[in-house]
């Protein structure tokens, strides 16, 4: 059997290919990120980092104590020090205040800092999402 040969149409006669063509095309433009509104400003990736990290637990409202307590204004604060909040005694007695070191290794591993918090099943986050949620905690507070 001889295979039958279809005369080759013309683009224009195929309508379909067209559409088909320009819905790729838009679906292309829509999802590539080819502008810098579409980019997240320096403050939102620290909001978005807290949010993604630390919201479930804790907020940044003063006295807005969850399961975790407020951190507002936690840079410069003396570990386990919020009177309204019932912290592990190891944390209460940590003996330091949060700087943006002790604040950063905590993130990225809490047991290594404060043996004993109650932060469980916490396990860490990254160096470069502790950074971001340090500059955040700074920022809505009110701190540099």
Known sequence: MEAQMRPRRHPS?????HALAGAGALALLVSAPCSLAQQPAPDDTGQQ???NSCRTCH???EGDNRLGPN???IVGRKAGSLQDYNYSSSMKDAGFAWDQDKLTRFMVKPDEVVSGHKMQPYGGISAEEATRVIAYLQSAAGQR
Do not use: E, I, V
């Open 13 to 17: 006669q195929r309508p379909w290919l």
């Open 49 to 51: 980092a807290f949010n």
């Open 59 to 61: 907020s940044m409202k």
């Open 71 to 73: 951190l507002n204004k």
